[in-house]
Nanobody, 125 residues
Framework: VQLQASGGGLVQAGGSLRLSCATSGRTGSSYSMAWFRRAPGKERSFVAAIRSGGNTYYADSVKGRFTISRDSPNDTVYLQMDSLKPEDTAVYYC????????????????????WGQGTQVTVSS
């Protein structure tokens, strides 16, 4: 399974970006997909996840501003980021895993088997 993230860039505060994660290999539409991010000097942290059935989960810091979605026929996951803030500056990573038993399990990096290479998002003030 390979994941390829794209769509990062430099944007002013209040602006928007859309990240894409193209998957290849034997992921299947049953996999859960997620986005994590690593800000400078910090650990990698959960941003959003989506189950195969469409249930979504978000970190409190991005609720109401970010939207995760998936295009199953094309094996692509998106992260629409609106009202961006300087504190959203980070390298964003997409991840995939076989179906997880609980909602809470989606929040942990340890539960994801496959990772993309990361894409840089920089939000200027």
């Amino acid at each position: 399974v390979q994941l390829q993230a794209s769509g990062g860039g430099l944007v002013q505060a209040g602006g928007s970006l859309r990240l894409s994660c193209a998957t290849s290999g034997r992921t299947g539409s049953s996999y859960s997909m997620a986005w994590f991010r690593r800000a400078p000097g910090k650990e990698r942290s959960f941003v959003a996840a989506i189950r195969s059935g469409g249930n979504t989960y978000y970190a409190d810091s991005v609720k109401g501003r970010f939207t995760i979605s998936r295009d199953s026929p094309n094996d692509t996951v998106y992260l629409q980021m609106d009202s961006l803030k300087p504190e959203d500056t980070a390298v964003y990573y997409c991840a995939a895993t076989r179906p997880l038993a609980s909602a809470r399990a989606h929040y942990s990096t340890a539960n994801y088997n496959y990772w993309g290479q990361g894409t840089q998002v920089t939000v200027s003030s």
